[in-house]
């Protein structure tokens, strides 16, 4: 194989460099059958939004199907809070199974808790972040989700590349230990605030590099995180120049969810923002450009946007659905 023979290191505040990569070409696939056999139609478009976890959590399900969702995103538990021993019951994760698939949502996406930082220098964080981490899989595993969403962590001022040294090894020891689980692991692109991982996608090249298992961890391609860490999303071609770099790095069949945001905050500031659809800077063109993308127009996509109002998710829902050209 061939490996790394020229990578300009491209300073925070300038993402372009020149790019000559061999990809890191693992690939995490859906499995085609489950979806049809989850009632999919596998030609239109798979839309949902991130759905409150208030209340038991089957109800996430009871939402998501009203907005007419086909694909949901859940915090399992609270995400600013250590579970503290406190698990699911088993009453309510058989309740979860029979009304998702009465509901047909699928795939299942949790959100890992903020708390959460696999690349933390401080020792008791990071090992307790570990053990989170794979009772939140084991968790994920009872309710049968399919993926478990995860910002990169922050190396806390220390260095990227130790900070991602230290995701390497925290992800490799959660690969082991939970290696019976079919919960894959998304690494979400962040907009790079303060010292977090993953705004440019050279880290998640070195990560799958790095890592001794693979099979199990893809990406999750957030609009708002990219445009916000500089990539210019809002043109044709800052588009194109963006997917371009993910080929080059891990290779855009690694893309499992696309959290289709628009962006508050100017370009290239780090400052993480959500937008309403077509209200930030992306705009409506960039994302109707993105939402209806050749190599990206079957990749399931979750609203993180503000819930401003009790409509706000069914008006970002159905303005999606209206950009999507059929």
């Known amino acids: 194989m061939q490996v790394l023979s020229q990578l300009s290191y491209s300073p925070k505040f300038n993402i ?3 790019l000559n990569i061999t990809s890191v070409k693992t690939i995490v696939n859906y499995n085609l059958d489950a979806l049809s056999a989850w009632g999919y139609n596998l030609t239109t478009m798979i839309l949902g939004v991130h759905v409150s976890g208030s209340g038991r959590i089957y109800q996430a399900l009871d939402t998501a199907k009203a907005l007419g969702c086909d694909t949901m995103q859940i915090f399992s538990r609270s995400p600013q809070t250590w579970r503290n021993g406190i698990h699911l019951k088993p009453e309510d994760i058989a309740e979860f199974k029979a009304r998702r698939k009465k509901c047909k949502i699928n795939p299942v996406f949790i959100h890992i808790s903020y708390l959460i930082n ?43 590349d130790a900070g991602i040294k230290r995701l390497v090894d925290a992800l490799d020891k959660i690969l082991d230990k939970t290696k019976g689980s079919k919960v894959g692991i998304l690494l979400e692109n ?49 588009l194109e120049q963006m997917l371009a770099e993910i080929e080059e790095m891990a290779g855009l069949k690694l893309i499992k969810l696309i959290h289709l945001n628009d962006a508050a905050g100017e370009l290239g500031c780090h400052h993480d923002r959500h937008d309403h659809i077509g209200q930030g800077h992306i705009g409506l063109s960039g994302l109707k450009r993105i939402i209806n993308h050749p190599k990206l127009k079957n990749i399931p996509m979750i609203l993180e946007t503000p819930k401003s109002t009790e409509d706000s998710d069914k008006e970002n829902l159905a303005l999606v659905r209206k950009l999507n050209r059929k």
Not at 123 to 134: D, K, M, T
Not at 139 to 156: F, N
Not at 213 to 218: F, M, S
């Open 190 to 238: 962040t907009s790079g605030a303060g010292s977090w991982l993953g705004y440019r996608f050279y880290h998640q090249h070195k990560i799958l590099k790095s890592l001794k298992e693979k099979n199990r961890v893809g990406l999750c391609l957030d609009t708002a995180h990219a445009y916000l860490a500089g990539y210019d999303l809002a043109t044709k071609q800052g």
């Open 16 to 18: 372009v460099g020149a």
């Open 118 to 160: 696999l690349a933390s220098p401080d020792p008791r964080l990071y090992n307790g972040s570990i053990q989170a981490y794979i009772e939140d899989i084991q968790e994920a595993d009872d309710l049968a989700a399919d993926y478990i969403v995860t910002h990169m962590g922050s190396h806390k001022e220390t260095s990227e």
